[in-house]
């Protein structure tokens, strides 16, 4: 990324055309977007955040027990190392903290409109328009869209639910004003977040009851504390961060990132850690119930150690019948139990298929973002759209993102827009689009190696589209990285103005 920054100067300083740019989002993606900007001495350019702060889903997310699954010395910018970490799996409100320093840091706030969510985007007159809820209106030659992986709150209609007498929220909406101890507390979800909060809900609660869909399998990895003495260490030599980080790295691709795309012995490893952690459920029937009929990996893998023991506290049951409606006092489910509850929880996720949407979009030849992704979201190796010129996207459909740092992979495309960039200053082209044969091409490659992946032996997940196809990389994430090292201009239309 140096050698490109230091193109980028050298291009304006001699008199390159220097491209007005928008960025849709202020979360980790955005922020790194905005990051490499300035590096390269790119200053016109406009993050627009929808809320108050920055964060994106470590500012919407704050329940009890949330945390990062991928280990924290990963799970930063590969430049900007946090010596601070307190855990191998942080806290969310330790994350959340980072990327207020890092934006602080690099003084991107003069650079950030907050509380303007962009509600349409519109490509004539040879840029892009954008306008805002509040009715703000802005142009640009570029837009950036940083609009994270899962950030539209999946809120399925519960009969009743309007009538519960108690309190009731998502995750995602956490109300820090009610009280938890001694309260009967139902989840309803036992994904990743309900997981997660069970152990920490379990310690203040009179009763706690997880009404689980489908059981998840879980990943041994102990959430180890790091000592003061060894924050202090990492202070003095950053060379232990840089290494943990490397450490880290190898060991997402070399484990989980081959289990999932391949049969062998990673998969088998992960299997059998897998089921030896369910193991430690003593209660047959129990264990029966917290067992998954798919193979560890199809959907994202939780990682604890906490969970199983938590789940097994007297206070504690696990509910699997269907829930037929919420009443004034509970939940009753479909065997006709009624549930009495205090709180209702909504762990019950995010439509990861959602990208930029709610907003409206249209490209060139007055093509919607409706009518381009009517069978599905899809983009050229994840970042770019035909008839959508200019345009990229961060996290975009298909990305690596099955149990890998999202950042890592936010960096990969970053890199790469940069590098698009470089090429227009140079005069390279007024507008860039993927041809729409580049896309096909792609997705039928992509198509072909999907049956050998772990997404594809039988499972629902939020990787699926409506037809059952995982949205995702489906080779390694260092492929990925390799692939995407230098654009392929062959694979573009280049258009002058």
């Not at 640009?140 to 009731?168: R, S």
């Not at 030849?365 to 010129?389: D, H, V």
């Not at 059952?468 to 260092?478: D, H, K, T, Y």
Request: charged letters at 20%; one cysteine or more; a positive charge.
């Amino acid at each position: 990324m140096s050698n490109i920054s230091k193109t980028i100067r050298a291009l304006k300083k001699n008199g390159g055309k220097e491209p007005r740019i928008i960025i849709m989002g202020a979360g980790m993606s955005g922020i790194l977007m905005g990051i490499n900007l300035l590096k390269a001495g790119l200053t016109n350019f406009t993050i627009y955040e929808k809320r108050h702060t920055i964060g994106g889903t470590w500012r919407e997310n704050t329940y009890p027990g949330i945390a990062c699954d991928i280990p924290s010395y990963f799970y930063t910018y590969s430049f900007e190392p946090n010596p601070n970490w307190t855990r191998r799996f942080p806290p969310g409100s330790e994350i959340q903290a980072y990327f207020e320093r890092v934006f602080e840091k690099y003084q991107l706030a003069s650079h950030t409109t907050f509380n303007e969510e962009i509600i349409n985007t519109q490509h004539k007159d040879g840029q892009w328009h954008i306008e805002t809820a509040s009715g703000k209106a802005d142009t640009a030659d570029f837009v950036v869209a940083a609009t994270g992986v899962l950030h539209k709150i999946n809120q399925p209609a519960f009969e009743g639910l309007e009538n519960f007498k108690g309190d009731t929220f998502h995750t995602a909406r956490w109300n820090h004003d009610i009280e938890l101890k001694d309260k009967k507390i139902g989840i309803i979800g036992g994904g990743s977040t309900g997981t997660q909060m069970i152990e920490p809900l379990s310690n203040v609660a009179k009763n706690l009851t997880l009404f689980q869909r489908t059981p998840q399998w879980i990943f041994p990895i102990p959430d180890k504390a790091y000592s003061s003495l060894w924050i202090k260490a990492v202070k003095r030599f950053p060379a232990l961060g840089k290494g943990l980080y490397r450490i880290y790295k190898f060991m997402q691709e070399r484990t989980v990132g081959v289990a999932t795309i391949k049969p062998g012995w990673n998969r088998s490893i992960l299997n059998k850690a897998c089921q030896w952690n369910l193991n430690h459920v003593k209660d047959p029937a129990l264990r029966a119930k917290l067992t998954p009929n798919y193979e560890p990996g199809c959907k994202r893998l939780v990682m604890s150690t906490s969970f199983y023991p938590a789940i097994q506290k007297p206070h504690c049951a696990l509910v699997t019948e269907g829930i037929d409606k919420i009443e004034p006092n509970g939940i009753r489910t479909k065997d006709g139990v009624l549930h009495e509850l205090d709180i209702i929880v909504q762990a019950t996720g995010f439509d990861g298929f959602a990208f930029m949407r709610p907003m409206t979009m249209q490209g060139s030849n007055n093509t919607t973002l409706a009518s381009a992704w009517e069978n599905g979201p899809r983009a050229f190796r994840a970042i770019t759209i035909p008839n959508f010129p200019n345009f990229f996207m961060l996290n975009g459909p298909s990305s690596p993102i099955g149990n890998y740092s999202l950042i890592a992979i936010a960096e990969t495309q970053s890199t790469y827009i940069m590098q698009c960039i470089q090429k227009y200053m140079e005069g390279g082209f007024d507008y860039i689009e993927p041809k729409q044969e580049a896309v096909d091409s792609f997705y039928e490659t992509v198509h072909k190696a999907l049956p050998g992946t772990i997404w594809t032996t039988g499972c629902q997940s939020w990787y699926l589209d409506d037809k059952g196809v995982p949205l995702l990389w489906p080779w390694s994430p260092q492929r990925y990285a390799k692939e995407m090292s230098q654009p392929n201009f062959n694979n573009y239309h280049l258009q002058k103005a």
